[in-house]
């Protein structure tokens, strides 16, 4: 209750983004991107695909405060590959409607067309360099994390 007898209106959850990345100098690479392009949403991190799929699983009703905004997947992954990790999250009627975004190194024809037959929203191939990758998380806020109407309105 306020000082006037209304209740407080409850504020608002940040949903976090989930990063799914094995690779200590890319995941230092991406989170130092986002950090200068003044992301404020909490970052998860996964480090291989058998923690990531763990983390689905803990995580799969709408109401959950740590179901991710985004998720950001590496296709490379140790225990379990990112296509895997694509093609199980996909199965879960709560993780089919969130947004996954591979960024990976490879850029296969045939990791590409697998990806998007398994529901990804975008494929995104990591600059080598600093101020492109900066550039692209840039572009990659904009977008998915300012713009874009996320699944389960609310929640956010």
Same mark, same amino acid.
């Given at each position: 209750m306020n000082a006037q007898g209304g209740k407080y209106d409850k504020m608002p959850v940040v949903r976090p983004i989930l990063l799914v990345e094995d690779n200590p100098m890319d995941l230092d690479l991406t989170l130092k991107a986002m950090k200068e392009q003044g992301m404020t949403n909490p970052i998860l991190v996964c480090r291989d695909g058998e923690e990531a799929l763990q983390f689905i699983e803990a995580? *799969? $009703? @709408? !109401?959950? @405060? /740590?179901?991710p905004l985004i998720v950001l997947l590496d296709l490379r992954l140790p225990k379990v590959d990112g296509i895997e990790v694509l093609r199980q999250a996909r199965q879960n009627p709560i993780w089919k409607q969130i947004p996954f975004i591979v960024l990976t $190194?490879?850029? @296969? *024809?045939?990791d590409i067309r697998r990806a998007y037959e398994l529901g990804i929203n975008s494929y995104l191939v990591k600059p080598v !360099?600093? &101020?492109s990758f900066s550039g692209m998380t840039k572009m990659l806020k904009l977008y998915w994390v300012l713009t874009n /109407? &996320? &699944?389960f309105p609310g929640k956010d």
């Open positions: 995580h *799969n $009703t @709408e !109401d959950d @405060e /740590q179901l $190194t490879s850029k @296969e *024809n045939s !360099d600093f &101020p /109407q &996320p &699944p």
